[in-house]
């Protein structure tokens, strides 16, 4: 059997005396994370996504929203938190009490009877979401809820 030569010395006179070193540079894109500590931070609107959710009256139309937050020291990170309501926008229900304030104060009245496009409404809405943490019976994390999200500027929006 012949000699053997460290690998580097190999690779180098495999490759040629013109060999440069180098480090072959990758980047890992951003990890996605729920896992947000409780706070106020900066964030805006990403997607209001439909489903449907079986009920004990069946099939019934739900919409999740989804948050961008940028939180302190996690910057490395994709923060995301996300809330879930019944696609309803009867007076009293909980979407439409929880998009007032994203919205003109007269929007519904001027769009009574009308059908909007939620996600064109709400997507891209810049502004601050307040997260609490909620622990189940035998849960080893916190879930994170989205108690509120009060926008920087609903003017323009339709």
């Avoid at 961008?68 to 995301?80: D, F, I, K, W, Y």
């Avoid at 229900?93 to 998009?99: E, G, H, I, M, P």
């Avoid at 496009?117 to 979401?129: A, F, H, N, R, S």
């Amino acid at each position: 059997m012949g000699s053997l030569e460290p690998l580097e010395e190999r690779s180098r006179n495999h490759l040629g005396p013109n060999l440069k070193e180098h480090m072959i540079n990758v980047e890992i894109p951003k990890e996605v994370t729920f896992d947000l500590p409780e706070g106020t931070y900066a964030a805006i609107v990403t997607t209001a996504k439909p489903y449907q959710k079986q009920s004990g009256k069946g099939k019934q139309d739900w919409i999740r929203i989804v948050f961008e937050v940028s939180v302190p020291g996690m910057e490395n990170l994709e923060c995301r938190a996300g809330r879930n309501f019944v696609l309803s926008f009867k007076q009293g229900s909980d979407l439409r009490n929880y998009l007032a304030p994203m919205l003109r104060p007269d929007f519904f009245t001027e769009n009574s009877a009308k059908n909007v496009d939620l996600e064109k409404l709400i997507v891209g809405l810049t502004g601050k979401v307040t997260l609490s943490h909620f622990c189940g019976d035998g849960n080893t994390k916190p879930f994170v809820v989205v108690n509120s999200f009060e926008p920087i500027d609903v003017e323009g929006k339709d």
